[in-house]
């Protein structure tokens, strides 16, 4: 909602007396002859502390740079250092790569345009570029690494001869190169930031086009430097900007004060969402024109706080902190020309410095006295680093912090190569302190990417800073050899890379897969999201990967998929399908199809519909060509193959009396069906007991597991009395090796005997348990006897006094088979 903030005009005796936030702790007026226009904060002597850079001009309106050094949170001055340029704007970033934090300026040397640097020697000594950067000069400069090589480009804009321009310019070979100059605007504010979060920087810019109309403007870089609008914030004008995580999602937001279209000061937000658009907000309604904007957190609650500077319809500055809770926090306005917030006493909150006046010119120090401590974020844990086709990937866990929101830290990457700084971050290495008030080169991304990698090892240091721009004095510091890192020496870290190639057709997506949840990457979208799978259709070839982090004893995994988009494919597939004598089977084509047809080896053309119905009679292959018409095939191909289950049974025909039982078995299958179930003890088992009271020929089927059947017969012959086989077959087989009688139970005067064909007895005995249970085995004292025909003979009396008949008989003959 939409708040209004009414000013409460305070006395510079009352701010003083009153106990405020900020407390000054000292005062130090510029020396004679100079005119105050900005103050910067940098640690020029890498001691740790932040000391102040003040930009004035002399009487000449030369530009010339005040170095006050800080030590122990007290300031004394140490020489100025003259430039010789007029109309300059400032910027500080490290431009020969040497780990100390140079000033830009842009302005005009005598008659001629320019953009130069001073170089600083680490001891509060400048010295002035031999040849300028540049021949033209610009009212902004920005440093920014535009194509993820680590070098930052040159951003510059300004108005010239031939009207506004916006200009990227790339160290190329010691030079700086122009390579993009299409945009025709007069910036005066550049900010950059991977707002689309898909690894590369993206633009912020505010100033007039060539109408003199406003133009404010996210830019979307495509990594080639040539951008496309994100979003274009209307409806308001003379924009001061500062970004800030201000909803605490990761992304940080463009926090922009101005005035709207009635002249009235607001303070707006733009925030991306998830699906890449952007959203414009009204934060807050000012009673004062803004002139100057910050925003980070002041009080050490995690939370981000705002600080506008400006003045009202009566020209009475004003100067004050909106804070999260809603509160107000009033700053001293009196004269006041600029402000910067910086931690010079590195207690974790920010510190003030104003610096202010008409006539004399005064820098003042404020100490944040809030009673909250803020402590640093951790550092950052578990580090992977791999060289990965020419390009550097790390990545790193989040590490945690007392107040700042995890995915709101910052990251802050210094990226070495025999002993030269390939990315420079704002941090001391030794000390490991901040060189400037500035969020981590590498935004709230815990990944990057490097791109032109050419040498075997480097050395990496990342550090974190949360929102109040604070950090703890360690980092994460290791190297990168031979494709693999290592942090802080640790020798747990190991991983391991896979790679597979993948061609699709220019139309085609793919379904990429990992064995659980992963971080998925793209060389050309940076970070991707986190899940299983991720649906590859992008229209250009591309490099995408997955990250399974370490875990314990297992390894980090990082697997490529090298993707290549071709005009033209054919993709073979192979299958074989088992299926039924006489089935059916339903084939469908799936996808759109610009022409489908299908044909079988053994009949031929088949059809051109998506699904068809084919009848298995014989084994065959049938084929499914389909294209898109643009270039890209499939051929199917599958193999169908008859299946029809072996049936196999435990003997074709067995002899019970009445009443006694045989456990059939048959074997083959998966189902089993016996018919008729009379007699049997279960008609679904493979292995049922039959005990019919009749003579019975059962029909088992068997099914497979895809539901082929096939029968086969087994008959229970049922005597009614007494009975021995008429053949047997002792071949050791386990089936009917033993010549038995069957159906006995209670006899008298038992005997049982066999003869050959000479009349010699082979076999006798008057155990009727023996002839029952063991029977004859074919041999006579282990000599196997011929085959052939044999005669028996019995005898005995039977319970009832009659006489024992076997087969109805008491004499008979078999034949033995070997």
Wanted: some cysteine; overall charge negative.
């Amino acid at each position: 909602m939409k708040k209004l903030f009414v000013l409460i005009t305070i006395l510079v005796q009352g701010f003083c007396s009153t106990a405020q936030q900020f407390q000054q702790v000292q005062s130090l007026d510029l020396p004679a002859g100079f005119t105050g226009k900005s103050i910067h904060w940098l640690d020029i002597n890498h001691d740790g502390e932040l000391d102040l850079l003040v930009q004035a001009t002399d009487q000449l309106d030369y530009h010339v740079f005040l170095i006050y050094k800080n030590e122990n949170a007290e300031f004394s001055f140490v020489h100025p250092v003259e430039t010789g340029i007029k109309n300059a704007i400032t910027s500080c970033t490290d431009i020969n790569m040497d780990g100390q934090v140079d000033v830009i300026l842009s302005g005009n040397s005598g008659d001629n345009p320019v953009t130069t640097a001073l170089i600083s020697d680490g001891d509060f000594n400048f010295s002035l570029l031999d040849e300028p950067l540049l021949p033209i000069a610009g009212s902004v400069i920005k440093f920014a690494d535009l194509n993820q090589n680590g070098i930052k480009e040159l951003i510059i804009s300004g108005t010239n001869l031939d009207g506004p321009f916006f200009s990227v310019f790339e160290l190329q070979q010691n030079s700086w190169t122009l390579v993009k100059d299409s945009i025709k605007v007069h910036a005066t504010v550049i900010e950059a930031y991977d707002f689309n979060q898909d690894g590369v920087n993206d633009l912020f810019i505010s100033g007039e086009l060539e109408n003199a109309s406003p133009y404010h403007a996210i830019l979307i870089n495509d990594r080639q430097m040539n951008f496309t609008e994100g979003a274009v914030i209307g409806g308001i004008a003379k924009l001061s900007s500062w970004l800030a995580d201000i909803n605490y999602d990761g992304i940080f937001d463009v926090v922009l004060a101005g005035i709207n279209t009635n002249n009235e000061g607001i303070v707006l937000t733009v925030s991306s969402t998830e699906t890449g658009d952007f959203t414009i907000e009204e934060k807050t309604s000012l009673d004062f024109i803004p002139k100057q904007l910050f925003a980070a957190d002041l009080d050490s609650d995690g939370q981000v706080d705002i600080q506008v500077q400006g003045e009202n319809q009566t020209t009475t500055l004003v100067n004050k902190i909106f804070l999260a809770t809603e509160a107000l926090e009033p700053l001293p306005s009196d004269d006041l020309i600029t402000q910067r917030f910086g931690d010079f006493d590195y207690d974790g909150d920010l510190d003030l410095v104003q610096l202010s006046g008409t006539t004399t010119y005064t820098i003042s120090f404020y100490k944040n006295s809030i009673s909250a401590v803020n402590n640093p974020p951790g550092v950052p844990p578990t580090p992977i680093a791999a060289i990965l086709y020419g390009r550097l990937f790390m990545y790193w866990d989040k590490p945690g912090d007392d107040s700042t929101p995890s995915s709101s830290i910052t990251y802050d990457l210094t990226l070495q190569t025999q002993n030269k700084d390939l990315v420079s971050g704002d941090f001391d290495l030794l000390n490991k302190r901040r060189l400037q008030v500035s969020h981590g080169n590498n935004g709230t991304d815990n990944y990057a990417f490097v791109k032109g990698i050419n040498q075997p090892e480097y050395a990496y240091h990342i550090q974190s800073i949360d929102n109040a721009y604070h950090t703890g004095e360690y980092s994460c510091s290791g190297s990168v050899l031979n494709c693999q890192g290592i942090c802080n020496g640790s020798s747990e870290f190991c991983l391991e890379i896979l790679e597979e190639e993948v061609t699709l057709c220019k139309t085609e997506s793919k379904t990429l897969t990992a064995d659980t949840t992963a971080l998925w990457f793209s060389f050309d979208k940076g970070f991707l999201g986190e899940a299983t799978t991720y649906e590859y259709t992008a229209e250009a070839t591309d490099t995408v990967f997955f990250l399974i982090p370490q875990r314990d004893t297992v390894c980090s995994l990082i697997k490529l998929f090298l993707m290549e988009r071709k005009d033209s494919v054919v993709r073979e597939y192979y299958d074989t399908l088992f299926a039924c004598e006489n089935s059916q089977l339903e084939f469908e084509a799936s996808g759109n199809w610009a022409q489908i047809e299908w044909s079988s080896f053994k009949n031929g053309f088949l059809s051109n519909e998506s699904a068809i119905t084919y009848i298995v009679t014989t084994v065959d292959t049938v084929k499914l060509f389909v294209t898109d018409g643009e270039g890209c095939s499939e051929i199917h191909r599958t193999t169908i193959e008859i299946s029809k289950p072996v049936v196999t049974l435990n003997g074709q025909s067995f002899q019970i009396l009445k009443g006694e039982e045989v456990q059939l078995n048959a074997a083959g299958g998966t189902q089993y069906t016996w018919t008729p179930a009379t007699g049997l003890n279960n008609s679904t088992i493979p292995n049922p007991i039959a005990s019919p009271a009749v003579t019975t020929t059962y029909l088992v089927t068997v099914t497979d597991s895809i539901g082929c059947p096939a029968s086969a017969n087994v008959t229970v012959v049922v005597q009614q009395q007494a009975f021995i086989p008429n053949l047997f077959t002792p071949n050791q087989d386990g089936t009917n090796d033993q010549l038995k009688i069957y159906g006995l139970s209670q006899v008298k005067e038992f005997s049982f005997s066999i003869i050959n064909r000479e009349g010699n007895t082979v076999y006798s005995t008057t155990d009727m348990t023996e002839a029952t249970q063991r029977g004859w085995d074919g041999s006579v004292k282990g000599i196997l006897q011929p085959g052939g025909v044999y005669y028996w003979k019995v005898n005995g009396e039977l319970m009832n006094g009659g006489k024992l008949l076997l087969n109805g008989k008491d004499s008979g003959s078999i034949v033995l088979i070997r």
